[in-house]
C-alpha cells in the first residue's frame, strides 16, 4: 500500500496560521480513520486530534479551540487547520491511519512527517 504523503509546514511567527494536509491513497475506499501526532525536540510523541471514518472528531486539550480537523473523503485527504499558534506548536507532526474496530493493514501506516516551527 502507498504510504501518506504530507504537506504545508513552515516557519512562522505566533499567532500565525497554517493548514497542514495528508493524503493517504485508499483513505475513502478502506474507511479508514486518521491520527495527527506530534513530537518536539527532546519531547515525547504526543497525540492531538483524530477524525473517525464516520466523521467523528477529537483533539487533546492544549490545542482545543485553535486546532480542526477535516477531511475531504474524494481526494484521500485529511487536513489539519492550525490558528493562533504558539511557540509550544513547535514540532514535527505525524499522521497515521487507523481502522475500527480492528486495525487492518490497508490503515496501518504513518505519513513522513513535516516541521512547524514557531517563534519571533
Known amino acids: 500500500q502507498a504510504q501518506p504523503v504530507q504537506s504545508g509546514g513552515g516557519l512562522l511567527q505566533p499567532g500565525g496560521s497554517l493548514r497542514l494536509s495528508c493524503t493517504a491513497p485508499g483513505f475513502t475506499s478502506n474507511s479508514c480513520g486518521m491520527h495527527w501526532n506530534r513530537q518536539g525536540a527532546g519531547k515525547q510523541r504526543e497525540w492531538v486530534s483524530l477524525i473517525n471514518s464516520d466523521g467523528g472528531t477529537a483533539y487533546t486539550d492544549s490545542i482545543k479551540g485553535r486546532f480542526t480537523i477535516s477531511t475531504d473523503k474524494a481526494k484521500d485527504t485529511v487536513y489539519l487547520q492550525m490558528n493562533n499558534l504558539t511557540p509550544e506548536d513547535t514540532a514535527t507532526y505525524f499522521c497515521?491511519?487507523?481502522?475500527?474496530?480492528?486495525?487492518?493493514?490497508?490503515?496501518?501506516?504513518w505519513g513522513q512527517g513535516t516541521q512547524v516551527t514557531v517563534s519571533s
Open positions: 497515521a491511519t487507523f481502522s475500527i474496530p480492528r486495525p487492518i493493514p490497508a490503515c496501518n501506516h
